[in-house]
């Protein structure tokens, strides 16, 4: 079964300062996603990268960057963290793009102070 | 406008009762998939439907592409359905994301 992992699975971050979160699959899957869901409300997309060394914007990209330094990882960077960046980060991996499952992590819990 | 609409919204049931989530899309997909959230918060994907029927158990997940609707079906209802239920679509345009619902919080009642 596909196996996705994420890390921190719960972080406090001040206000301002940096955040990293990262995923890791190991299902040899070329495209990977980041997604954020704020409470009562489904998922939506921040990055998404389909090859190593190279991300692409999603619906709300701004105030994030991402990095994907090989196949299996991928990470999302909040270079200053903001109370408005509260909420749970879903990573997800996939065959390709489009008419493939999406395998989703467990997702990490981000609380900005 | 928004894309997936789920309905209901929450829905209370006697365990043992039937129940029935909607997914209604605005656009033409790919595919659609179906997840429960556990109340800790994990996702897990229940189906990968891009049309037609599929069963799993006392679930069945239906895709109608020409009337552009999604539904989850629950059969004999059991406490531990409890959850959040999230459709999500996959569009035909190309943009290699999904497209998510609000989601239906499914409580089933002893």
């Known amino acids: 079964e596909a196996a996705v992992t994420q890390s921190p699975r719960s972080k406090v971050a001040v206000t301002g300062g940096k955040v990293t979160l990262s995923c890791h699959q190991t299902?040899?899957?070329?495209?990977m996603y980041w997604y954020r869901q704020d409470t009562g409300h489904g998922l939506r997309l921040i990055h998404y990268?389909?090859?190593?060394?190279?991300?692409e914007k999603g619906d709300i990209p701004d105030g994030y960057k991402a990095s994907r330094p090989s196949q299996e990882n991928f990470s999302l960077i909040l270079e200053l963290a903001s109370l408005s960046q509260t909420a749970v980060y879903f990573c997800a991996s996939s065959l390709t793009g489009g008419e493939y499952e999406q395998y989703f992590g467990p997702g990490t819990r981000l609380t900005v102070l | 406008g928004q894309q997936v609409q789920q309905s209901p919204a929450s829905l209370v049931l006697q365990e043992g009762e039937n129940a029935e989530l909607q997914c209604n899309f605005s656009t033409s997909l790919n595919s659609m998939q179906w997840f429960y959230q556990r109340p800790g918060g994990s996702l897990v994907s229940l189906f990968y439907n891009p049309s037609g029927t599929k069963h799993s158990g006392r679930l069945t997940s239906t895709t109608v592409i020409k009337e552009r609707r999604s539904s989850l079906h629950i059969s004999s209802s059991q406490t531990t359905d409890s959850g959040t239920y999230l459709c999500?679509?996959?569009?035909?345009?190309?943009?290699?994301?999904?497209?998510f619902g609000s989601g239906t919080q499914l409580t089933v009642m002893p």
């Open positions: 999500a679509l996959d569009p035909s345009s190309g943009s290699w994301q999904l497209i």
């Open positions: 299902n040899n899957h070329d495209y």
């Open positions: 990268s389909y090859v190593a060394d190279s991300t």
